[in-house]
């Protein structure tokens, strides 16, 4: 695995900062859920969000077909589910046939979600924290600075203030 290569596919790509990690350092847990379903205004109203996205144990069943991942730290959520497929198909093409990416917040493909069938799978990917990842301690593990709200942050204009980013993640082997 050329680690440097793939972190500076990231990059190129757009990342803010990019880490291949083991797949033992992306933790998932049921509370996740929780926080999108009693927290998140998109719960239920996309097929990119629970409970139409695997659970956290699923996803455990996933996670133990790879043995790496890239975490990624995007400028903006907003970018983040992009940034995540780009990376992912370039790294199918590197010849890492399994990657699979993961964004971060709500789909933002459709204005209005069919709820029955994607009209864009080849675009569409859910979230981390729809999947059950807990992304803070899957950042904090990986040695990407992370802080959140909860740190006493109250700017959002400070470019250094990495609370605010977007993380994702693609599995590969």
Not at 14 to 39: E, L, S
Not at 94 to 106: M, N, P, R, T, V
Request: charged share 25%; glycine share 6%.
């Amino acid at each position: 695995m050329e680690k440097a290569k793939i972190i500076e596919q990231a990059i190129t790509l757009g990342a803010r900062d990019a880490r291949v990690i083991r797949v033992d350092a992306v933790k998932t847990a049921a509370w996740v859920a929780m926080k999108c379903r009693y927290g998140c205004d998109y719960y239920g109203k996309s097929l990119c969000c629970p409970p139409h996205t695997p659970t956290y144990k699923e996803m455990r069943e996933v996670l133990k077909d790879y043995s790496h991942a890239v975490l990624i730290q995007c400028h903006s959520l907003e970018e983040t589910t992009e940034l995540a497929l780009n990376l992912e198909r370039a790294l199918f093409k590197l010849g890492y046939h399994k990657a699979i990416g993961f964004g971060a917040g709500k789909c933002l493909l459709c204005s209005d979600c069919t709820m029955t069938l994607c009209t864009r799978p080849f675009e569409a990917r859910p979230s981390m924290e729809a999947c059950g990842m807990d992304v803070m301690a899957t950042v904090k593990a990986s040695g990407i600075p992370i802080r959140s709200v909860a740190d006493g942050l109250e700017s959002t204009n400070n470019p250094e203030d990495t609370s605010y980013f977007g993380y994702g993640l693609i599995l590969i082997d």
